[in-house]
Each structure stands twice: as structure tokens, then as C-alpha cells.
């Protein structure tokens, strides 16, 4: 009996010691998470926190970068609302260019990653030639595309002409310029195809299986198998979508100058204008916080109208 008591007691101070030793690894182990995680939240906080916070502060002086800044209150969003040139046309091109890329790329990307999750022959290959215009550099393929749209020489109305087609202005036509830019933005979403193409090998084959089993046509099981199962892919890629085309400006920089008839002035076209081309760095504030406040509007729009579709229902 003794024998048995002495054994009882040492499992007790076997597991005090496990538990004590358990406990200082695990603070250990939090500790040194801590520490890791430093430089990461500088990087954050440095990189974006910070310049989001100062371009609000900033907003409401008047400072031109070189002199001493002068606080003018809610001045430079008064004008950006009652005199500004550019913020009607601005807001209108920049929305109206976001929903067609969205709306284009999605279905583009969609349809391409179906084709190449396909068994046919070669489909690294083809996997490799619609990512690729993803990776190419900016400038690069801007100047690739005008080039094509070149009103004389370029490609597009060559080949208008030997079809017997008028020619198209293109980037100098006041209603081709944005649908024209639209195009250019949907040859380059090779990173949403990748997405899709993903989300498209995970989809259950049990459930195609069984509805085939159920005679339901290769459209059925597209609709109510396929689609159902990469919702939050879609919503992934139409929200990465929606807030990238939200912020666009290099067309404007590489092609069009805001113009013509300032169909291509993008907000953050503008933003740049007044801040490097103009040195009104309050007012270019005043309307990156504007901005900031669109693009958490469509934001939040996405998100309350697919919450229930998305995450489930509560």
C-alpha cells in the first residue's frame, strides 16, 4: 500500500513538472512569435499605415511641397466637389472603366481556365501563353497595344481595311478610348486564370459523378455543380479585380494623358496631376481620401450583397 502511494504521488509531480515545463515552452514559443512579427508590423506600419494616415492629415492643408504647409480645414474637398475640372469626368471614366474590365476579365478568365482544365494536348503550353501577358512590364505591353491601334499603320485597321471596314481612331476617339483600354486590361488578367484554374481542379468530381448519374448535361452541371462550388473563388477574383481597376492609371500614363476629351482622366490619373505635375499635394490628398472612400464603397457593397452566397448564412 505504501508502495502504491509513493507511485501516485510521483505521477503527481511527473505531471506538475510536465505541465510547468509545457507552460514556459509555450511562453517561449509566444515570445519568440512576438519578436518575428516585429519587423513585420514596422514594414506595415511604415509602408502603409503611416502614408494612409498622412494623406488624411495632409488633406486638409495647403502645400505645394516646398513651402510651409497651411491648414485650410475641409477647403480642398470643397473644392474638389463645387470647382474642380476633372472629379465628374474622373469619377465616371474610372467607374465605368472598372465594371467592364471586371465584368470582361472575369469572363474571359473563366471561360480560358474551363478550356485549360480540359485533357487536351499541350496544356502546360497554353497554360504558359495566357499567363504570360501577365508578366510582361507594364510599358512594354502598352506600347505593344498601341502600336496595334495605330490609326494609319497599326494592325488592327490593316486588317479593317482588307475586310473592307472603316478604320477606328482608337485611343483618339473619345467613345473607343476606354472600351479600347477595357481590352487591353482583360488580355492581361493571366493571374485570375490561374485563380479559376485552381479553384476549377478542386471542384468535387463525386458531385459531377452524381449528377451525371442523374442525367444532367454538361450545361446542368456547369450551372449547379461548377459554378456553385467556386463561388468564393468568383468572389475572390471579382473583388482582387474590382479594387486593382479601382486604381487605374498607367493607360493613362503610357497612352492617353487623361485624354481625348478627358475620357481616359482616371482619378488616379488626377491624383498624380495635381501632386507631381501641378505640386498641390494638399488637394491631391483631399482627393486620394475621396478616392479611398469609393473604392471602400464598392467594396462594401460586394461584401454585403454576396456575404450570405460567400460565407453562409448565420
Same mark, same amino acid.
Given at each position: &500500500?505504501?508502495?502504491?502511494?509513493?507511485?501516485?504521488?510521483?505521477?503527481?509531480?511527473?505531471?506538475?513538472?510536465?505541465?510547468?515545463?509545457?507552460? /514556459?515552452?509555450?511562453?517561449?514559443?509566444? /515570445?519568440?512569435?512576438?519578436?518575428?512579427?516585429?519587423?513585420?508590423?514596422?514594414?506595415?506600419?511604415?509602408?502603409?499605415?503611416?502614408?494612409?494616415?498622412?494623406?488624411?492629415?495632409?488633406?486638409?492643408?495647403?502645400?505645394?511641397?516646398?513651402?510651409?504647409?497651411?491648414?485650410?480645414?475641409? #477647403?480642398?474637398?470643397? %473644392?474638389?466637389?463645387?470647382?474642380?475640372?476633372?472629379? @465628374?469626368?474622373?469619377?465616371?471614366?474610372?467607374?465605368?472603366?472598372?465594371?467592364?474590365? !471586371?465584368?470582361?476579365?472575369?469572363?474571359?478568365?473563366?471561360?480560358?481556365?474551363?478550356?485549360?482544365?480540359?485533357?487536351?494536348?499541350? /496544356?502546360?503550353?497554353? /497554360?504558359?501563353?495566357?499567363?504570360?501577358?501577365?508578366?510582361?512590364?507594364?510599358?512594354?505591353?502598352?506600347?505593344?497595344?498601341? $502600336?496595334?491601334?495605330?490609326?494609319?499603320?497599326?494592325?488592327?485597321?490593316?486588317?479593317?481595311?482588307?475586310?473592307?471596314?472603316?478604320?477606328?481612331?482608337?485611343?483618339?476617339?473619345?467613345?473607343? @478610348?476606354?472600351? +479600347?483600354?477595357?481590352?487591353?486590361?482583360? $488580355?492581361?488578367?493571366?493571374?485570375?486564370? @490561374?485563380?479559376?484554374?485552381?479553384?476549377?481542379?478542386?471542384?468535387?468530381?463525386?458531385?459531377?459523378?452524381?449528377?451525371?448519374?442523374?442525367?444532367?448535361?454538361?450545361?446542368?452541371?456547369? $450551372?449547379? !455543380?461548377?459554378?456553385?462550388?467556386?463561388?468564393?473563388?468568383?468572389?475572390?477574383?471579382?473583388?482582387?479585380?474590382?479594387?486593382?481597376?479601382?486604381?487605374?492609371?498607367?493607360?493613362?500614363?503610357?497612352?492617353? #494623358?487623361?485624354?481625348?476629351?478627358?475620357? +481616359?482622366?482616371? &482619378?488616379?490619373? !488626377?491624383?498624380?496631376?495635381?501632386?507631381? %505635375?501641378?505640386? %498641390?499635394?494638399?488637394?491631391?490628398?483631399?482627393?486620394?481620401?475621396?478616392?479611398?472612400?469609393? @473604392?471602400?464603397?464598392?467594396?462594401?457593397?460586394?461584401?454585403?450583397?454576396?456575404?450570405?452566397?460567400?460565407?453562409?448564412?448565420?
Amino acid at each position: &500500500m505504501e508502495y502504491m502511494g509513493s507511485m501516485k504521488a510521483d505521477k503527481k509531480i511527473i505531471k506538475k513538472i510536465d505541465k510547468g515545463t509545457s507552460s /514556459r515552452a509555450s511562453k517561449e514559443e509566444a /515570445r519568440t512569435a512576438k519578436l518575428c512579427l516585429i519587423p513585420a508590423f514596422l514594414g506595415v506600419t511604415l509602408i502603409s499605415y503611416g502614408p494612409t494616415l498622412a494623406v488624411f492629415v495632409l488633406s486638409l492643408f495647403d502645400w505645394n511641397g516646398l513651402s510651409e504647409a497651411k491648414f485650410i480645414g475641409l #477647403n480642398n474637398f470643397e %473644392k474638389i466637389f463645387t470647382k474642380d475640372i476633372y472629379f @465628374v469626368d474622373s469619377v465616371k471614366s474610372t467607374v465605368i472603366y472598372a465594371l467592364l474590365a !471586371v465584368v470582361g476579365s472575369i469572363i474571359y478568365s473563366l471561360m480560358i481556365a474551363i478550356l485549360l482544365n480540359m485533357n487536351i494536348k499541350a /496544356r502546360t503550353i497554353f /497554360r504558359s501563353i495566357f499567363f504570360i501577358p501577365y508578366l510582361l512590364p507594364a510599358i512594354g505591353v502598352f506600347k505593344g497595344w498601341q $502600336w496595334l491601334y495605330e490609326q494609319n499603320f497599326g494592325l488592327f485597321n490593316f486588317i479593317f481595311r482588307m475586310i473592307g471596314l472603316p478604320p477606328h481612331k482608337f485611343l483618339n476617339s473619345p467613345g473607343e @478610348v476606354i472600351p +479600347s483600354l477595357v481590352l487591353i486590361a482583360i $488580355w492581361t488578367s493571366g493571374n485570375l486564370i @490561374v485563380i479559376f484554374l485552381a479553384g476549377l481542379q478542386n471542384v468535387p468530381t463525386v458531385y459531377k459523378e452524381a449528377a451525371m448519374i442523374d442525367g444532367a448535361n454538361a450545361v446542368q452541371r456547369f $450551372w449547379n !455543380v461548377t459554378i456553385p462550388s467556386i463561388k468564393p473563388i468568383i468572389f475572390y477574383n471579382v473583388l482582387t479585380a474590382l479594387i486593382t481597376h479601382l486604381q487605374v492609371i498607367n493607360p493613362a500614363l503610357a497612352l492617353t #494623358n487623361g485624354g481625348p476629351a478627358k475620357k +481616359s482622366m482616371f &482619378m488616379s490619373y !488626377v491624383i498624380y496631376m495635381y501632386a507631381f %505635375k501641378k505640386n %498641390k499635394l494638399g488637394l491631391a490628398a483631399a482627393y486620394s481620401v475621396v478616392f479611398f472612400i469609393l @473604392v471602400g464603397i464598392f467594396t462594401f457593397f460586394l461584401f454585403f450583397t454576396q456575404k450570405d452566397s460567400i460565407f453562409g448564412e448565420e
